[in-house]
Structure formats: structure tokens, C-alpha cells
């Protein structure tokens, strides 16, 4: 019979850890650099986690990575269920739960982490509820705006080539400019003032000061995002943009990180919406997608634009916001979706 050994991972266990990710996910394609970003260059602390081993060969792998969260008025440190793996060989053991829940344990016993919270989508939801007692929300809200018909057209498979670029609305037109708007190289000063001031606007979400922006954008390994920011005719900082774009199944999609600003700010932030779609569209993408809900201070100007919910039928798959408390006070906050900010800055993918 079989016998697993499990125990804590520790950066010590980089390479196995990556020759199980790979092999369980061809097309990963995580290296050692991927590793150090995630878990052992993380501001918020690093990897926590266990794996099953064989033979000594990682099989299976459990793993959370930890996160500061705004809670209310509280500042706490929560953990984000990162990568979740059973090779084939190891499957059917019951080795999912017995990492996830020893994980948990850990993290009760260490006792900063208050909760941990993740992104199942709609095959691995139901291992997470039944298993491991996590309570789940609303599906992500998502966004688009076509840029492109090619987008649709491949979509709904017509036999022929149909591409016609979208009209972009202009903002409000003003004789006397408040603001100017441009890509940047990199994110600018003034970060923290920014949070401070968006913060205000939600009671649930990560962190994003500058040490957060920085780490998740500027110092991701093999990833390019591209920078904007609105100011002041006096140079002062407004509100920042983040985007990426990437080639798709689905087509050329320019994704918006983050869009962050005092919440009084909308025709700042509408201008800055209107040079972002149009810098997607030089750049060739044929659509625009944001992970927005409706309490979202900037909610409306997206719709202004022309961005609609993501119809079921086009969606790569459905993606449930969740929680486990491994502190009881934090559990009813949590399952109010409507005081959380997500964003595609909470998703490791993009």
C-alpha cells in the first residue's frame, strides 16, 4: 500500500515543487523565478502550504500565499488559495483535503492569518464547499467592450472575415482642460495617498499601496503591463490605469488591472477610461474586459462606454469569489459581496 509523507513546504522545496506544477500543468510553464515572485519575494510573507510526497517525489501540493487585507476598519493578513495539484498518480487519496485542512490548521495555530479566499471556477467549487467548509459568493462581474466585430465573429463562427473597428465615445468636451492623461513607464509616486483615498470607497480588499502595486506589477517576472495615470494641470496625481494585453482563445484582450482613484473623481477617471480604450485599440486588441462589481466607484463610467456584463455563453469558464474564517468575527463581513473590491490584480493568471 501506498504510503504519502506529508509535511510544511518550504522554499527549500522550489524544484519539486515546480517539477510537480509543471508536469500536473503542461502548459504552466512556472520557473524558478515564478516561485521566488510568489512565494519567497511576496512583501505579505512567504509560502505556506503542504505537499504529499512519494518516493520523495512531490505528488500533490496545497498552498495558500499571504495577502493584507482592509477588513472593515481592521488591517489583517488573510491568505489567497494560490496552486491546488494532485498528479494523476496520487488521485482519488483524499490527499486535496488532507493538505488543504492541515494548511488550515497551521495557519489557526500560527493565528495572524484570520481567513483564507480564492477564485474556484465551476469544476473545482464544489471541492472547496464540500470538503473544506468554504463559503462561496456571487460569480465574478465581468465587463467587455468589443473594440473589434473580428472578436464576435470568430465567437459565433461566421464563414467569412468580418472586422470593423468599434467607435470610442468622446468624454465630455471642455475649452478649459483640468486634467492631462498619459502612459508611463512605471508607476509614479504618490501611491499611498491614491489607496488612502480609494480605500474609502469598499470595506473589503487587498491592500494596494504602493509596496503591493509594485510587487504585483513592476517586479512580476516575463509579464509587461502597461502604466497610465491622470493629473492635474499642477501635476498632481489623480487616479492610475493598469492594463495588459494578451493574445486569447477568445481573441486580442486588453484586461484592466486596477483603475484606482478618490471616488469623487469621475471626470478625471472618465478621461483616463477614454486614453486607455484608445491606446487598446492601437495596440490592436479587439476587445477590453474589467472585473468590476457595481459598487465600484467608476462602476458607471465603464457602462457609459459601453462595457456590458460578459454573457455566460462567452466566458471561458465562471469564477466564484469564496472564503473560509479561521476566526469566527470575520465570517459574516466576508459574505457581504457587496462591500469587496476585485479586481484582475487578485487574479495570478492575468
Not at 302 to 310: D, T
Request: proline fraction near 5%.
Amino acid at each position: 500500500m501506498e504510503e504519502y509523507q506529508i509535511r510544511k513546504l518550504t522554499r527549500d522545496d522550489r524544484e519539486k515543487f515546480l517539477e510537480c506544477l509543471n508536469e500536473g500543468i503542461p502548459s504552466c510553464h512556472k520557473d524558478e523565478s515564478d516561485f521566488n515572485w510568489q512565494y519567497v519575494d511576496n512583501p505579505a510573507g512567504s509560502i505556506r502550504g503542504f505537499g504529499a510526497f512519494l518516493d520523495e517525489k512531490l505528488v500533490a501540493i496545497y498552498v495558500v500565499s499571504p495577502v493584507r487585507f482592509q477588513v472593515g476598519e481592521k488591517i489583517v493578513f488573510g491568505a489567497q488559495s494560490m496552486d491546488t495539484l494532485t498528479l494523476p498518480c496520487a488521485q482519488k487519496k483524499g490527499l486535496f483535503k488532507k493538505l488543504a485542512i492541515q494548511t488550515y490548521d497551521d495557519l489557526i495555530h500560527e493565528g495572524s492569518v484570520k481567513f483564507t479566499y480564492g477564485f474556484p471556477n465551476q469544476n473545482s467549487k464544489h471541492g472547496f464547499v464540500k470538503y473544506l467548509n468554504w463559503t462561496l459568493l456571487d460569480p465574478c462581474r465581468f465587463l467587455v467592450r468589443v473594440l473589434n466585430t473580428s472578436c464576435v465573429a470568430r465567437k459565433v463562427k461566421l464563414p467569412f472575415r468580418f472586422s470593423l473597428p468599434m467607435p470610442i465615445l468622446p468624454t465630455r468636451v471642455s475649452w478649459k482642460p483640468k486634467y492631462r492623461v498619459k502612459q508611463v513607464s512605471k508607476l509614479s509616486d504618490g501611491l499611498n495617498t491614491l489607496w488612502q483615498n480609494f480605500r474609502e470607497s469598499f470595506n473589503i480588499g487587498v491592500i494596494r499601496d504602493e509596496v503591493y502595486l509594485r510587487w504585483r506589477f513592476e517586479r512580476r517576472p516575463k509579464t509587461d503591463y502597461s502604466y497610465f495615470e491622470v493629473r492635474t494641470l499642477k501635476d498632481e496625481l489623480e487616479g492610475i490605469g493598469i492594463m495588459r494585453i494578451m493574445d486569447k482563445v477568445e481573441g486580442r484582450v486588453a484586461y484592466i488591472m486596477e483603475f484606482m482613484s478618490d471616488k469623487n473623481n469621475k471626470r478625471a477617471m472618465s478621461e483616463l477610461l477614454h486614453f486607455m480604450m484608445k491606446r487598446a485599440l492601437l495596440e490592436k486588441a479587439e476587445m477590453m474586459a474589467t472585473r468590476i462589481e457595481k459598487n465600484h466607484p467608476f462602476y458607471h463610467l465603464f457602462i457609459k462606454q459601453c462595457f456590458f456584463p460578459l454573457p455566460k455563453w462567452i466566458r471561458p469558464t465562471e469564477v466564484y469569489p469564496g472564503y473560509v474564517a479561521h476566526d469566527t468575527q470575520f465570517h459574516s463581513i466576508l459574505g457581504d459581496q457587496q462591500g469587496w473590491h476585485i479586481s484582475y490584480a487578485d487574479d495570478d493568471t492575468v
